[in-house]
């Protein structure tokens, strides 16, 4: 059985959908951010990065969001999670992953930890600033992408598109949210839909009431 050390709403929340929507058995443990347990000794024993997600896969130990939803892709081939080996929509979809996560994400906590990159506190607002806008740039971006199509990659549901949600959740409150853009807004409508969502988010106490 599998345990994915999560926290509601985080960066596990990809790997809890993956895990949900391949209808395998796992567990939850909670490490709570609001005590720093991401930092405890006992968690840092399994991952040095000292941050959530970690997935226990027997003696199998594996840390980064992104790296436990493509192991979880290559072990459940038969789910169709990503495309096959030598097709076009692979190298689209390690594309896409790399860009979620390297590029979206990795903008994100920069707007949402500001204090992190500068040693003049005075200036953290500015940075949020000025992230927030390169990030809906980012959006506009994927908008475009996902004009006349029904998922990021090919015709079926991969861990793009549960990748893509989570990061577009995280940013709900922009002044143009990811809801507010047409194809991007719809797309996200439709994966808010899908029963491991439905189930991910009632676990983790997510109101998906913004997606109805």
């Known amino acids: 059985m599998y345990r994915l050390y999560y926290y509601p709403g985080n960066a596990s929340f990809a790997p809890h959908l993956m895990l949900q ?30 941050r959530i997600p970690t997935l226990i896969d027997g003696d199998l130990v594996l840390f980064e969001s992104a790296a436990i939803c493509m192991y979880l892709c290559e ?26 996560t390297n590029t979206l994400q990795a903008e994100l906590m920069v707007y949402f930890y500001p204090e992190k990159h500068t040693i003049d506190p005075s200036g953290a607002p500015f940075i949020k600033s000025a992230q927030e806008k390169r990030i809906t740039e980012i959006f506009e971006l994927l908008d475009t992408e996902l004009a006349g199509k029904r998922y990021l990659v090919g015709d079926q549901l991969t861990a793009c598109d549960y990748y893509l949600f989570m990061p577009a959740m995280w940013a709900r409150g922009f002044k143009k949210p990811p809801l507010s853009f047409p194809n991007l807004g719809a797309y996200l409508r439709k994966i808010a839909l899908r029963d491991a969502v439905k189930q991910v988010c009632k676990s983790e106490d997510i109101d998906l009431s913004s997606y109805a």
Not at 25 to 44: G, H, I, M, N, P
Not at 76 to 100: C, H, I, N, S
Request: negative net charge; hydrophobic residues 40%; charged residues 25%.
């Open 75 to 100: 072990k459940y081939p038969g789910a169709g999670l990503m495309p096959d080996v030598g097709t076009p929509e692979r190298a689209k979809f390690f594309q896409w992953m790399m860009y979620l």
């Open 21 to 50: 929507e391949l209808e395998v058995e796992f567990e939850l443990s909670l490490v709570d951010r609001k005590t720093d347990a991401q930092k405890s000794a006992d968690y840092l024993a399994l991952n040095p990065a000292g």
